[in-house]
DNA sequence: TCATCTAGACTACGGATGTAGTCGGAGGGC
DNA sequence: GCCCTCCGACTACATCCGTAGTCTAGATGA
């Protein structure tokens, strides 16, 4: 199980992800500008972060350089369990169903699922 | 927007969801037992979801009985629409070829959102 | 009427989270 | 060699969350 990432970690995770390693620095200046942070708060998050265990640092001279110990898909997986558990009782058709029924789904998401659904049954 | 609940908090939503409008005590002694909560700690959620104002209250005798002000429909759409959000980018499709990806869809899950999705367009 | 039992109101407290500030050491310019 | 700067480490602090404990006033039974 991985350990629990809150928001704010996760807009840290989402810059390592998409790019590694990086130092503290540059992981500030890319981290989603509309947040506001220091770069103090971002230093904070990754010491968080690698309390955890999620991400690991090597040096570089003087400094460190950050990367993602944990897959973005598994971390994605096990927050859609959580919820899919939560909200629907582990089960996902609930889920699909409630998407419709609150018109979360446009008819190319249904055209796209649909085409998703006949190559897995093949 | 509703305002967050948390996972404690949820545990004592489901039960009003469920049937309502209820005592304390009678709250308490139908949340989920593995939980192995006090009275009190029930209580403390009770007085917490009403000043989130996501349930309200009515005097009955020297007790107050307590219902839920929001649907369960509207809280998980919430919920749905963040992780969607969060993880997906807003697009529904990806969550659900990241399910198929997984094998979190089984044969009979497949089966039942076709159907689903037929009725839809139907 | 007096002790007792409840029910809600208020208080507590450690850990997580959001958001920084401060300190001390290693490099670099002069 | 000496001072400044940049970086990570440590510290801070309010709020939320999980999980109760205590206080107080009204209802109850003897």
Avoid: C, N
């Avoid at 704010?8 to 503290?24: F, H, I, K, N």
């Avoid at 103090?40 to 968080?48: A, G, I």
């Amino acid at each position: 199980m991985i350990e629990r990432i809150s928001e704010a970690e996760q807009a840290v995770m989402e810059v390592l992800w998409r790019d590694s390693p990086l130092g503290a620095t540059e992981v500030a200046e890319r981290v989603d500008s509309s947040r506001g942070w220091s770069d103090r708060t971002v230093k904070t998050l990754l010491s968080r972060l690698l309390a955890k265990g999620v991400i690991a640092h090597q040096e570089e001279g003087r400094r460190y350089l950050y990367r993602p110990v944990i897959k973005r898909e598994d971390y994605v997986a096990q927050e859609s369990g959580k919820l899919i558990d939560r909200m629907f009782g582990g089960r996902v058709t609930p889920l699909v169903a409630h998407l419709a029924e609150r018109d979360l789904l446009t008819p190319r998401d249904i055209e796209e699922i649909e085409a998703l659904l006949r190559e897995l049954k093949s």
